[in-house]
């Protein structure tokens, strides 16, 4: 058993919350005493922090406590950041939402996949969900070898078959046109052109000198009752497609402690292996919807088209509806409350960002207790439940 020394800063909260906003405090340090090792909240309203805070540990065993510098992994929610980048080369002319694939990236064509375009990728419509092939961990961590796989593969399903979450490969292929097209990485793109003006926290591919900051990742624990055990088994184990899809490539990203390693923090890695704080993503959706401190990253017409619903229904990875604009999740798939207006993207485990310009806000939420589940992060959604709370009670 903890101290009360170490049980009193398990449960300390700190950071800011401005008059009105003390409700999300509030869902934060329940969230922090009952279900959570260490976690941070951020809210922008009107391109201002209002919320922002932060408690428990970094890392349990050293008792390292979470620190408002403290970064942590945050899987798929990475993706809204990547596709930003697609849609501000668009804003430039430099890509064309409408253009096949290949136009960037000729190997692509190969196989039936000429007709691809990069409105299909964005939208989880290109049937390159599952990435063919067997690739070792150092071969898909050094990004050529991954992306020829690609290029070498048929689609799982064909062009007009529906959509599918392209859990990892979303970032691969959206990443090498970015590459093709600029001559930088998304992940040089990214902290050239948006950390850096922002000043934000946030990596995609994180420098060997910020590792000390980044707090250890807890899986979720292991499922015990039978009948849970037996359905993971018939929907994630080894030879099934949604399987492939979240573990793959090769099986080899299961959630569990690789995600700590160094090698997996320095990849760039566009769909899942974003690494920052709570505060950066809250910060990158006010600038997505506003100015934040004489930044805007996308035009109201550009951010307009990338938010518009472009897929509705049966997920043919997933198995269940979900709902994409170009890059980012809407409602209900972004989380089960969301307002229409709102989008952004959650990762893995219970991390979530998201804006809502009708509401004027962004919400940024990470964590490193991971609970794993396809019906949202209850977590999460008392914080956010409690934002729009404090909305309308102002």
Not at 19 to 30: C, K, L, N, Q, S
Not at 232 to 252: A, K
Not at 378 to 385: D, K, Q
């Amino acid at each position: 058993m903890p101290s009360r020394v170490d049980r009193d800063r398990v449960t300390s909260v700190r950071g800011i919350c401005v008059p009105g906003f003390e409700a999300v405090r509030e869902a934060f340090a329940r969230n922090l005493a009952e279900r959570e090792v260490g976690a941070a909240c951020c809210v922008y309203r009107n391109g201002r922090p209002v919320v922002d805070l932060w408690g428990g540990f970094a890392d349990r065993e050293a008792r390292r406590p979470w620190r408002r510098e403290t970064a942590v992994l945050v899987f798929s929610a990475t993706k809204g950041l990547s596709a930003s980048l697609v849609h501000r080369l668009v804003e430039r002319g430099v890509l064309d939402l409408e253009a096949p694939v290949a136009r960037y990236w000729p190997e692509f064509a190969a196989r039936g996949k000429a007709s691809i375009r990069l409105c299909d990728v964005l939208t989880h419509r290109s049937g390159l969900a599952a990435v063919d092939g067997e690739l070792t961990l150092e071969e898909v961590l050094a990004w050529d070898p991954v992306c020829a796989a690609i290029a070498n593969q048929a689609p799982n399903w064909a062009l007009g078959a529906g959509h599918g979450y392209h859990a990892r490969s979303f970032g691969w292929i959206l990443g090498e046109v970015i590459r093709r097209a600029t001559g930088s990485t998304p992940g040089q793109l990214f902290a050239e052109e948006v950390a850096r003006p922002l000043d934000l926290d946030f990596w995609i591919g994180l420098p060997e000198h910020e590792e000390t900051r980044v707090a250890t990742l807890y899986p979720s624990p292991e499922p015990t009752d039978p009948a849970e055990l037996a359905l993971r088994e018939r929907f994630l184990g080894p030879d099934t497609f949604l399987g492939r899809v979240l573990d793959g490539p090769s099986r080899l990203f299961s959630y569990g402690p690789m995600w700590n390693t160094r090698a997996l923090h320095a990849a760039e890695m566009p769909s899942s292996n974003g690494i920052g704080t709570a505060h950066a993503l809250a910060r990158f959706y006010a600038a997505l919807i506003g100015e934040v401190d004489g930044v805007r990253l996308l035009s109201p017409g550009v951010l307009a088209t990338a938010t518009a619903s472009q897929v509705h229904g049966p997920d043919r990875v997933l198995g269940m509806p979900t709902h994409f604009a170009l890059g980012f999740m809407l409602a209900p798939f972004l989380f089960p409350a969301a307002p229409e207006s709102a989008f952004g993207h959650a990762g893995a485990g219970g991390s979530l960002a998201f804006a809502d310009p009708k509401a004027g806000i962004a919400f940024g939420y990470a964590m490193n207790q991971m609970q794993l589940g396809m019906a949202g992060d209850s977590r999460a959604e008392s914080l956010v439940s409690a934002t729009y709370a404090c909305l309308g009670a102002g």
